[in-house]
């Protein structure tokens, strides 16, 4: 199992390991490094393996407040008590191990380094005595090495490595500063704004983490570490976490999908499925999601509840009867009930100009909406040709005209020996509407 100080909680509740797991352990290793303790003590290993499993390893800076907030960041995020939000693999958290050592300054050297020197027992003896000796180094004879396991190991000997130098930075670190100052309050200030804040009292920002936020717009600090207020070293920086927003997603186009389809793009838009209903739909074939609620590119919250309206084709009306209507109120009655229009005009005798004479498909007839239906409206009676007229006698003349359906208007003097047509209008060959007046003069 392991020393209980470093076991996951994994470990301790179900005895499963992993990476991540020694990862975990990692962590520990790195806590107990900057501050000088474990973060969970106990009077028994049984209070100690408790303790790792409901309580959250604090962040070291709370055992020593000049702790950077980029190493509380780095051990909280490793020591996750659920597995699946620490760092999934070595190589994620030697990235940020080197990232976080690059910003510290060199670190102090506590002792002198030295070769190894290998004397025998004649020399040892001189020594003691104070006699004079040439001392050489003598080298260590080469270890066999094994590429065995290179692959696997290569990772975490580089990580370990980069711990404890990042150990030694901190240490250097630590020892570098000593002042501290008042942290600035960088609370819903922009970066820029924070930056210029903190450099006014020579500190830096570090931005350690974005966050989505109903409560801070877009690129304003949620909070600082060391909150404001809190002493920070001098020269030191700030780390910060950074709004993004309000975190909404857009409701996608799924109109015209299918229900299976439709379910699969919405949940992966982090939203849920809510009611499903049918509705008669023109456009959209039977079967397929007509519309949504709320609507379609709509931005909404992580979770909204999105109901499907799922199209059963187009709603089957009866054709009412319109014959003898005027056009437009034909239409009207027709388009209100969702068919389409077309008209066809013909002349009537009987049927006055703009009135239905008939209707296809007929009246009474069932049928889905969006379905055409044509309307043969009257032009009223068919034109008539002018005849010509001159020279006619007069009733001669007016008989002809009344014959074709026109209306004779007789204009002649106080006497008219020929009695004979000398002039019309219109003239012969006009095209005019049954019914029409021509004029006729005689003489």
Known sequence: MGTVAYLSPEQVERGDADERSDLYAAGILLFEMVTGQVPHAGDSPLSVAYAHVNSDVPAPSSIRSTIPPEIDALVVRATRRDANLRYQQASEFLADVKRIRAMLP????????????????????????????????????????SHRGRRRKGPWIALVIAMVVLGAGIGGWLLATGKSVPTPNIVGLSTAAAKASLLDVG?????????????????????????????????????????????????????????????????????VIGSTTEVFDDQVPAAAVASTSPKIGNEVKPGTSVDIAVSKGPKP???????????????????????????????????????????????????????????????????????????????????????????PK????????LNRVYSQDPPAGTMIPKGSSVIIRII
């Open 106 to 145: 060199p670190p102090r050297p506590f002792v002198e380094s030295h070769d190894t020197v290998v004397v025998d027992a004649s020399t040892a003896a001189r020594l003691a005595a104070g006699q004079p000796v040439a001392l050489k180094p003598k080298s260590l004879p080469p270890k066999a090495t």
């Open 203 to 271: 500190l830096s920002l570090v931005i350690t983490e974005e966050q989505f936020s109903e409560d801070v717009p877009l690129d304003r600090v949620i909070s600082s570490d060391p909150a404001p207020g809190d002493g920070a070293r001098e020269g030191g920086a700030v780390g910060a976490i950074l709004s993004k927003g309000p975190e909404r997603y857009v409701i996608p186009d799924v109109q015209g999908l299918s229900v299976t389809e439709a379910t699969t793009a919405i949940t992966s838009a982090n939203l």
């Open 410 to 417: 007789v204009l002649e003097a106080a006497a008219t020996p």
């Open 317 to 407: 009306v009866t054709i009412p009867q319109v014959v003898g209507k005027k056009t437009q109120v034909a239409t009207s009655a027709l388009t209100d009930l969702g068919l389409l229009v077309t008209t066809k005009d013909k002349y009537s005798e009987k049927i006055a100009e703009g009135v239905v004479i008939a209707i296809r498909p007929a009246a009474s007839t069932i049928a889905p909406s969006g379905t055409a239906v044509e309307l043969v409206v009257s032009k009223g009676p068919p034109p008539v040709e002018v005849p010509s007229l001159i020279d006619l006698p007069k009733n001669k003349a007016i008989s002809v005209l009344k014959g074709l359906g026109l209306q």
